[in-house]
Nanobody, 115 residues
């Protein structure tokens, strides 16, 4: 059974920072290209960033230069460092594979950025 457990969200002011973590289980993590996604109220879930097993990273344009994705294979955990947060970053953040396992989304972690 694959599980993703996201943590680290919270309420921050515009310009602030947060570091999200996502612990996975039931997955051959070190062989998985991983990604972060987010879903704002009334919107569909969208891809935010991904980190391939070879270390290649990719970011959605609006977060480039502000967010950094990283991973710890020994802990089967992926991280998202979010700096210079903006109100439009407010959403529930999820992790999954870069090609998501659609039956195994976690509960997500809420990020709220106040202006």
């Amino acid at each position: 059974q694959v599980q993703f457990v996201e943590a680290g969200g919270g309420l921050v002011q515009s310009g602030g920072s947060l570091r999200l973590s996502c612990a996975s289980s039931g997955l051959l993590f070190k062989y998985a290209h991983m990604a972060w996604y987010r879903q704002a109220p009334g919107n569909q879930r969208e891809w935010v960033a991904s980190l391939d097993t070879d270390g290649a990273t990719h970011y959605e344009d609006s977060v480039k230069g502000r967010f950094t994705i990283s991973r710890d294979n020994a802990k089967a955990t992926v991280y998202l460092q979010m700096n210079n947060l903006k109100p439009e970053d407010t959403a529930v953040y999820y992790c999954n594979r870069r090609v998501p396992l659609n039956n195994y989304w976690g509960q997500g972690t809420q990020v709220t950025v106040s202006s």
